[in-house]
């Protein structure tokens, strides 16, 4: 059965940090390029970030950059996403998600992605 969970979600304070994580079964993780995406009430889904199928290429939104980096262990199944610096308007679902697109390269456009996780919750608030 093909399956993504995410963890690591929670409450923090402005300022601290957060590290998601991303466990997938029932398929060859090490072919797929995997991205974290959010959702906040009343707004679009958003793309966060993205790595490739071998680690070697990373994107990242401008919101995000230089705050999150993502990282991928293909021994576990595993992909993170270490967040630093949250701020309130990080609050969100945090969703990950698989593209099996050939070339495996790492991309935010999620009309690429074949299948998701059911989300973690991030909430950003003093």
């Known amino acids: 059965q093909l399956q993504l969970v995410e963890s690591g979600g929670g409450l923090v304070q402005p300022g601290g940090s957060l590290r998601l994580s991303c466990a997938a079964s029932?398929?060859?993780?090490?072919?797929?390029?995997i991205g974290w995406f959010r959702q906040a009430p009343g707004k679009e889904r958003e793309g966060v970030s993205s790595i490739s199928s071998r680690g070697s290429s990373t994107i990242y939104a401008d919101s995000v950059k230089g705050r999150f980096t993502i990282s991928r262990d293909n021994a576990k199944n595993t992909v993170y996403l270490q967040m630093n610096s949250l701020k309130p308007e990080d609050t969100a679902v945090y969703y990950c998600a698989a593209d099996g697109s050939p070339l495996g390269a790492a991309t935010m456009t999620a009309e690429y992605y074949d299948f998701w996780g059911q989300g973690t919750q991030v909430t950003v608030s003093s």
């Open positions: 029932g398929f060859t993780f090490a072919y797929y390029a």
